[in-house]
């Protein structure tokens, strides 16, 4: 059984900065592709940021583009999120993904992956 934990939301002020964590375990995440999505009070789920298997390729969402990198150590079994010049339109529970993929591509759409988390909360405050 997959399963993915996040870890590092919390509060901060406009303009800070957190990096989050995804753990997997029960597969290797060296062999998946893996995203970032954040869902705020009221609105859909939407997508953040997604890595390739290898982390050749990446994305962002255009309203991170610049300020939020995605990473990943396979060694560790972990993905990262950082996010750096945090607005307070940034608050949302953020939940990590994956799915199976031993190519370079990349994955934008929820319906994607296949494993979740549970999510972290992140609070942005102006």
């Known amino acids: 059984q997959v399963q993915l934990v996040e870890s590092g939301g919390g509060l901060v002020q406009a303009g800070g900065s957190l990096r989050l964590s995804c753990a997997t375990t029960?597969?290797?995440?060296?062999?998946?592709?893996m995203g970032w999505f954040r869902q705020a009070p009221g609105k859909e789920r939407e997508f953040v940021a997604t890595?390739?298997?290898?982390?050749?390729?990446?994305k962002n969402a255009d309203s991170v583009k610049g300020r939020f990198t995605i990473s990943r150590d396979n060694a560790k079994n972990t993905v990262y999120l950082q996010m750096n010049s945090l607005k307070p339109e940034d608050t949302a529970v953020y939940y990590c993904?994956?799915?199976?993929?031993?190519?370079?591509?990349?994955?934008?759409?929820?319906?994607?992956?296949?494993?979740w988390g549970q999510g972290t909360q992140v609070t942005v405050s102006s």
């Open positions: 993904a994956t799915r199976r993929a031993l190519n370079s591509n990349i994955y934008l759409r929820e319906d994607e992956y296949d494993y």
């Open positions: 029960g597969r290797t995440v060296s062999s998946g592709a």
């Open positions: 890595i390739s298997w290898r982390g050749v390729s990446t």
